[in-house]
Nanobody
Framework: QVRLQESGGGLVQAGDSLTLSCAASGRTGTSYTIGWFRQIPGAERESVGSITRSGETRYPVSVKGRFTISKQNAGNTVYLQMNELKPEDTAVYYC?????????????????WGQGTQVTVSS
């Protein structure tokens, strides 16, 4: 069983920064990718980036340059730092785990999901 717990969401103003955390526990294995996704009501869940076990990151064009994913050197916590936030970044943010460590941005690659944390950016 794998458990993912997001934290750090909240209400911020446009232009602010916010850092989300994702703590993975349970039978994660030793090599996996953590992906971050977001979703607004009525829309598809979209990727905002991923990080492999070795620290390789990938980002979609929509957030590249504003969002940064990092991880602890030891331990199972991954961070999503979001800068220059915009109202259109408002969404529920999820972290997910791909046990095959593919480093992808496609949600179908991820087997385990957290419950999500709400991020609201006011204008």
């Amino acid at each position: 069983q794998v458990r993912l717990q997001e934290s750090g969401g909240g209400l911020v103003q446009a232009g602010d920064s916010l850092t989300l955390s994702c703590a993975a526990s349970g039978r994660t294995g030793t090599s996996y990718t953590i992906g971050w996704f977001r979703q607004i009501p009525g829309a598809e869940r979209e990727s905002v980036g991923s990080i492999t076990r070795s620290g390789e990151t990938r980002y979609p064009v929509s957030v590249k340059g504003r969002f940064t994913i990092s991880k602890q050197n030891a331990g199972n916590t991954v961070y999503l730092q979001m800068n220059e936030l915009k109202p259109e970044d408002t969404a529920v943010y999820y972290c997910a785990l791909d046990p095959a460590n593919r480093g992808g941005l496609i949600k179908e690659s991820y087997r385990y999901w957290g419950q999500g944390t709400q991020v609201t950016v006011s204008s």
